[in-house]
């Protein structure tokens, strides 16, 4: 039987292009699967709950933009973690790892204790900021109540993926969350259609499936080689690798948090709409994300082979593996964005078969796409300059491109033109902007002629 280290992604040596999709491709189905937790949640509830389907459905869907935001946080960090540990890696530096492994996940489970406490305590009023319509308002904080008190788990399996991908290994964490996925469905059905329970049964099989893919790579970190293998007796966080995993994935973090808090502003103004545009917006959310998983696994392939070939000194590789990332992104997003296209009245329909939901829906999905030509292009950039430890400046500028023209829009577009199509088309105006930043950020920078003196030939590769 082949070492673990032996089934590890080689990214310091050999062709990138097609070693890429086999990064990328893992991590964006890991993505899909953990969009189908919430997926799953949604038809479940939009089918077994009879004649209050359509509140239990925007219940769930509320609360996606705020879930996000407090997820999306913490997986920027876990990115940070990804990138310290490949870096170390790509310099050899074995020490480096394992206090980077044993820091995240402390840092992990410690930061989903203090998310979980603190969101108990102030749910009811989160949702109140999200105007969430009356009718709705109560199972809409039954579901947030119970995901919150998940939240450790759910933050250390983010930690967990990191820690494997910054060597690698894409396919463990899919393998994890597959099992944990085909869990949530069963779970779900068990709780809402046989003991006909509501969103608290979706929530608590939500919890539950989270806690057993933790698990799972828990066991495996235990099991796994020498430079990531998890001794129980140095849980503990080291300083130095907490500041440097801060440094680089708290703007990650934020970056992707700008995009949950603008949502939050979208969702608000979807929510005054109606509980239609609602239940439609959500289910159209959870189609659309496939798209944005497929695309955004290139952003995590570029951070993390950058990462390793700069800290080995292999400078060219790093510019290459940009041109490369956004090539062959291109490709799989306009594939994918095809096939849900021609899928997606169809696919509206097993979240909510009312016409004009599916409508609504399939016009929100036109548009979101549209717009992810731009996210494509920010993404990668972004994902490129963090892969250099430049993170801060992709994160201001996304904050300023994304959640200040949306919050603008929303503020002057809408209130002119209150639909649904004039709040979606806040996603091209405002990503549009963000990608020609992050460019002329990336031309201001120029890491890769930066650091082009410490160029090194790659070492042989090991057997």
Partial sequence: MRSAESKRLDMLHGPIWSKLPQFALPVAATAILEQLFNASDIAVVGNFTGADKTI???????????????????????????????????????????????????????????????????????????????????????????????????????????????????????????????????????????????????????????????????????????????????????????????????????????????????????????????????????????????????????????????????????????????IEDAVSLGATVALVLLTGRFLLSIFNNDPQVIALGYDRLKIVFFAYIFSLLYEVMSGYLRGFGISLVPAALTALGVCGIRIAWIHFAFPQHPTLQTIMTSYPVSLSATALMIFIALLCYRPARKHAAMEREPAPAGK
Wanted: with cysteine; glycine share 8%.
């Fill in 56 to 326: 239990a459905v925007a219940a769930v869907g509320a609360n996606s933009a705020l879930i996000a935001l407090i997820v999306n946080l913490f997986i920027g960090i876990a990115l940070g973690a990804n990138v310290v540990i490949a870096n170390a890696v790509g310099r050899g530096d074995r020490e480096a790892v394992q206090k980077a492994v044993h820091t995240s996940i402390v840092f992990s489970l410690l930061g989903g204790i203090v998310v979980a406490v603190l969101g108990e305590l102030a749910a009811a009023a989160l949702l109140r900021t999200l105007h969430v319509p009356d009718d709705v308002f109560p199972q809409a904080l039954l579901y947030l109540r119970i995901y919150l008190m998940g939240m450790p788990v759910i933050l250390l399996y983010n930690f967990e993926a990191a820690i494997f991908r910054s060597v690698g290994e894409t396919r463990v964490p899919l393998v994890a969350l597959a099992m944990s996925g085909v869990l949530n469905v069963l779970l779900n059905l068990f709780f809402v259609a046989v003991l006909h329970m509501t969103v608290n049964g979706v929530a608590i099989a939500t919890v539950m499936a989270n806690a057993f893919s933790s698990a799972l790579l828990f066991r495996r970190l235990l099991r796994s080689g020498k430079d990531i293998r998890l001794e129980p007796r140095n849980l503990r966080m080291d300083g130095r690798s907490l500041w440097i995993i801060l440094r680089i994935g708290l703007p990650a973090g934020l970056q992707s948090a700008v995009f949950a808090i603008s949502n939050i502003v979208i969702q608000s103004a979807i929510n005054s709409l109606g509980k239609v545009v609602m239940a439609a917006s959500s289910a159209a959310c959870n189609i659309e994300v496939f798209a944005y998983d497929v695309m955004n696994s290139y952003n995590q392939a570029c951070t993390t082979f950058v990462g390793q070939n700069y800290g080995a000194g292999q400078i060219r590789r790093c510019r290459k593996t940009l041109y490369l990332c956004l």
